[in-house]
């Protein structure tokens, strides 16, 4: 059974979302603020392939539920819903740990296609997880060593936690290093041709994993861009 966490403060909204992914056989949890979603994650164990989270939340809001959930486990998948106004929430979610975003007001049908996309990579991942290691499936450019068995990364023998979608994006890089790779082509092979969004997902994401790969974030030695194009991975 699928399984989600609803956190939204508006009921009417919540009723609506819960009732189309019923339909569509997800086992959902609602939740009507930040609190009780992280309290309801623990009660049920962290038995969750999703979150869908509302930013705007009173107390404990959505930003924050998505950064302690994170924390929790890196194989979650976390969606945020977003006004169009918060632009700047979007950027932020995707920096802390979220894996896409849906802006109010929204159709069942985006919202359910959104939220199929990263059910199957969350499902993808967990796959993979859950194999044994094995050398022909390790990647290694430099200090960089890539495990598509475990999908990991590590630098110098240290593992680097990442999000599903980062291990995507590093993943594809990998398979085609110093070359540049255009901003579409990213988004659709880790997000796929139903997505809705724009290529911006894209750019936080890279700088996102700036943070976690580069020595100095703000002078890439390995994850460069190639303006009027897109990224390159240079070994």
């Not at 194989?75 to 977003?82: E, K, P, Q, S």
């Not at 993808?124 to 495990?147: H, Q, T």
Request: net charge negative.
């Amino acid at each position: 059974m699928k399984r989600i966490l609803i956190a939204e403060d508006e009921q009417s909204i919540r009723e609506m979302v819960a009732f189309n992914l019923k339909r569509n056989g997800f086992d959902v949890t609602e939740a009507e603020n930040g609190e009780t979603a992280l309290k309801l994650y623990d009660e049920c164990g962290g038995n969750f392939d999703i979150a869908l989270l509302d930013i705007m939340m009173p107390g404990v809001d959505g930003l924050e539920v998505c950064k302690q959930l994170r924390k929790k486990s890196s194989t979650l998948g976390i969606i945020l819903l977003t006004a169009k106004t918060q632009e700047m929430d979007k950027v932020t979610g995707l920096l802390v740990g979220a894996d896409d975003y849906v802006t109010k007001p929204f159709s069942p049908a985006e919202l359910m296609a959104r939220i199929d996309a990263v059910y199957r990579r969350v499902t993808l991942n967990r796959e993979f997880a859950s194999k044994s290691r094995d050398k022909s499936y390790v990647i290694e450019l430099g200090e960089f060593s890539l495990n598509l068995r475990n999908r990991t990364l590590s630098k110098s023998g240290k593992v680097i936690e990442l999000t599903q979608v980062e291990f995507q994006i590093m993943e594809f890089f990998f398979a085609q290093p110093n070359t540049p790779l255009e901003r579409n082509a990213i988004l659709y092979h880790v997000w796929g041709d139903m997505y809705y969004g724009d290529e911006k997902v894209v750019d936080v994401n890279i700088r996102r994993l700036r943070m976690k790969l580069e020595d100095d974030p703000s002078n890439p030695k390995h994850l460069t861009t190639i303006w009027g194009v897109g990224y390159k991975w240079l070994v």
